[in-house]
């Protein structure tokens, strides 16, 4: 695979264009992003079940009541967790249960909400366990389990580029790259029009205790581009870690033609 040119990492479109929109609705077609991977791999309906360090100095948190450990974040593992114990309870009082990586079968989910437009699913063990007034959902389980579910989230809170100030500042990793980037964010103006998309499922490139890489299926067409993105264990929540060395969010890109390698999970 080839991964995406080199651009600026600021500004909206770094925040959501890129991912859910300029990623995967602006150039439509066979050729989704300009220097979009070829996958070389080839291959619902809403319901209702069962229940990095940061790059640099740290930000003041923008989330002022996100507590917890604070644990800088651990290697990353393929395979097991290196945990199988419950854990102690996150700030939102969340367990951290089952340190199993959801890698074979789709976790079991309470339901599917609309989150900014995006279907999200959500779990009373999971997450997310809290709403902010603006829509913002956060406080996920400290498990590779609630790091996807944070994950699913990560592309809705994305979708709303009206918010993408209080956004970041929530949603990113405190540090450097995290200031510059809310610094231009205020600078340019929000694109009211953005239009988001839906999620078709996921792949869990790498896991442990404190962190998770995991790659998102986005339907455009009759084919897949996915978006990878990098959540640490971070004061008692998972954050998003922004890229570096101008790359965009959920860099590299890459175009599948069906859901060969990834669990398939969606509520639409």
Known sequence: MSETEGQSPFGR???????????????GGVLLVTGLSADSDTSSVIDSGPAAAAAGTNAADPGADREGSGAQPGSGSTGAAQSTGSGAANRCGLLAGDQTIPSSQAPAADGWEVSRRVVVPRSSA???????????????????????????????????????????????????????????LKAEPADADSEPTQLAGYRVVDASRDRATIMLALPVQTEYVSATITLTWYAGDWRLVPPVNGNPVGAPYSQHRDLDGFVAWSGV
């Open 126 to 184: 999971y997450g997310p366990a809290k709403t902010d007034p603006d829509g913002f959902r956060r406080c996920f389980a400290h498990s590779p389990t609630g790091a996807v579910y944070a994950a699913y989230n990560v592309i809705a809170a994305l979708a709303d580029q009206t918010k993408s100030v209080p956004t970041a500042g929530k949603l990113m990793l405190p540090g450097r790259d995290t200031d510059a980037l809310l610094k231009q």
């Open 13 to 27: 479109g770094f925040v959501a264009a890129a991912i859910v929109i300029g990623a995967v609705l602006a150039c």
